[in-house]
Every structure is written in structure tokens, then in C-alpha cells.
């Protein structure tokens, strides 16, 4: 005996509310996979420095399978508003950020907190207490190691007596600035033959080569320069290199690169010591801290990250920070 059509009917549409209600639970399936983490990291400057934050940075969010957006606010603060803004509007889980400043960088990332993202500063805070996490060196320790180190060299050289120019960044970042240059003048005020005869602003190396030049000779009685970041550190060395002073006036600065490794393994025997900060480690622990916090977990909310001192009396310290650099910077490329 034949089938009916009407068992033909019933079949074919039993087949196909099967077949539908299979695909349907496919594209459910699919609807319901894990959506891929995206942090944004804004820095701002490019420098060795900054760099490494950003290849700490990446190197942690591909161990974690994290989209990172990268973002750079050139030292100008309408451009750090729209980037915040951008990455706010584009509803990423976290922002990371170097912020311009303690007051004038809130406004936005005020606005990406309160729509749910997560907030981390590193390098320096904000004067506000809703960023989840903060990560960064003591500044006053990044002074304090320096300063320590010309103490010695000034007992030791010197006869304990010097005439000193600083450089440092205070319109630019104030109170790290100021943490910076207030640890390296507590070490060195220990020496009553010890006298802060000039201090200016200069943060990158070609303005740093110019003023440093100005102090020598408008202070001929000047034998140490103390710069408060990389980039016065580096002009500072060009500007003794450049005034012929090798020798006579001994350089101490903060930070690390390449380059100011190179002079503390220069003959010339300028630049005498370095504290450096640990960059690479800060963009690495500012990733766990917001991965911490997007999964509620328990973590440190601040981060202090002791600097490191670098000197020319120890080559052997400074190749072997050197090899760990390199492999830093290979890692982030």
C-alpha cells in the first residue's frame, strides 16, 4: 500500500521544524560565545621609556588573549579628551593610561567610569579615588636612589663639596616632578658643602642639550647636573659632551634607555648614575589589574614599583640591565 500525501505532508514538515529548530539552536550557540576582552592603552610620549609600558602592555594581553588598542596622546591634553572619549565610545572593557595630569585628565575618564569601564593609571595617579587600579614607581624613591648615589660621588670626588643644576619636568607633570627632585635634594642636603645654584624645566633631550648649555654658562661654577627623567638626563650629557667639560662636571639623572646605558659605559665618564624605573613591568601589571577587576577579583588597587640604580662604577649591573632591555624591547616588536 501507498502513503497518503497527507503522511507525505506531515513528514516532510516534521523534517523541516526538526531541520529549522536545529539551526536555531546553532546560531544560539554561536550568539552565546565568549566575547574577546579589548583594553585600550594610551600613553604619552614616544619615547624608550613609554614604549616599554606599551610593549608590557601588549606582551600581557596576548598571554590573556586580549585585544589591545594602542593609543598615543602626544603631551597634549585635547588629544588625551578625544582618545578617552573614542575608546569610550567604542565600549572597551578597560582603559590604561600614562594620564597628562592629576586634575585635567579626570573629566574623562570620569565619564569612561561611570559607563561602566574599567580605569587603571600607571606612570603617575589622578586626584580621584574611582580608577580601579594605579600603578607606578616612588617617585621620591627614583630621587632618592639618584641623590644617594652623589652623595658618594661627592664624598668621594669632590671633597664633599658641589655646585648643583637640576633639570626636571614641573610644567609638565608637577607632583612627580617635584617627588623626583625633592628625593634627590633630601640625599644631597645631607652635605652641608652642597648648594642648588640653578633650576629649570627641560624634559626632552633637545631642549634639555639647550638649557643645560644656558646653566653652564650662565653658572661656570656648576660640577653636577641632576635631570629628572630620560630625556634631561640624555641633553644634559650632550651639553656637558658639547661644552668640553667632560670630566669636570659629572651628570646623575632618572630613567632608562639605551642611550643612557651607552653613557654609563662611555669613557668620557660623564654620566655617573642612573635610577631606573621598571616600565615594562608597569605595563604588565596595569593588564592583571584590570583583568582582576573585570572579574572581580582581589587585587592591589595601588602598585608601587621600586626603581632600580644604575652606575658607572658598576659596568657589570648596567650590561647585564642592558641584555634585559633588549630582550624587553624584542618581546614588544
Request: proline share 3%.
Amino acid at each position: 500500500m501507498r502513503p497518503s500525501p497527507a503522511l507525505y505532508r506531515t513528514t516532510i514538515i516534521t523534517f523541516l521544524t526538526l531541520t529549522l529548530g536545529f539551526l536555531g539552536c546553532d546560531k544560539s550557540s554561536n550568539s552565546s560565545a565568549p566575547k574577546q576582552t579589548r583594553m585600550a592603552g594610551i600613553i604619552f610620549q614616544e619615547d624608550q621609556f613609554f614604549r616599554l609600558i606599551l610593549f608590557g602592555m601588549k606582551d600581557a594581553a596576548k598571554k590573556n588573549n586580549i585585544e589591545l588598542l594602542e593609543g598615543n596622546s602626544d603631551n597634549k591634553p585635547d588629544s588625551e579628551f578625544q582618545l578617552v572619549q573614542t575608546y569610550t565610545s567604542q565600549n572597551v572593557d578597560a582603559i590604561l593610561i600614562s594620564p597628562l595630569s592629576a586634575k585635567g585628565s579626570v573629566a574623562a575618564l570620569k565619564q569612561a567610569h561611570d559607563k561602566g569601564i574599567i580605569v587603571v593609571t600607571n606612570n603617575s595617579a589622578i586626584d580621584a579615588d574611582f580608577p580601579d587600579a594605579d600603578v607606578e614607581s616612588s617617585a621620591a624613591d627614583l630621587g632618592h636612589q639618584t641623590g644617594a648615589a652623589a652623595v658618594q660621588y661627592i664624598n668621594q670626588k669632590l671633597g664633599g663639596n658641589a655646585n648643583i643644576a637640576i633639570l626636571a619636568f614641573k610644567s609638565q607633570v608637577a607632583e612627580q616632578s617635584d617627588a623626583r627632585t625633592g628625593g634627590f635634594k633630601n640625599e644631597v642636603a645631607k652635605l652641608p658643602g652642597v648648594k642648588i645654584v640653578a633650576e629649570q624645566d627641560a624634559w626632552l633631550s633637545d631642549m634639555a642639550v639647550q638649557k643645560a648649555g644656558e646653566l653652564l654658562t650662565a653658572h661656570p661654577e656648576i660640577n653636577i647636573i641632576y635631570a629628572a627623567n630620560e630625556g634631561g638626563t640624555a641633553g644634559s650629557v650632550l651639553a656637558v659632551k658639547n661644552a668640553g667639560k667632560a670630566g669636570q662636571i659629572a651628570v646623575f639623572g632618572t630613567d632608562v634607555s639605551q642611550q643612557l646605558l651607552d653613557f654609563l659605559l662611555s669613557p668620557d665618564n660623564i654620566l655617573q648614575a642612573i635610577t631606573a624605573q621598571r616600565p615594562y613591568e608597569m605595563g604588565q601589571r596595569s593588564v592583571e589589574a584590570a583583568l582582576a577587576a573585570l572579574h572581580h577579583q582581589t587585587y592591589d588597587k595601588k602598585i608601587v614599583l621600586n626603581g632600580i640604580c644604575l652606575t658607572h662604577a658598576d659596568p657589570d649591573g648596567v650590561k647585564a640591565y642592558a641584555k634585559q632591555l633588549q630582550d624587553w624591547m624584542a618581546g614588544g616588536n
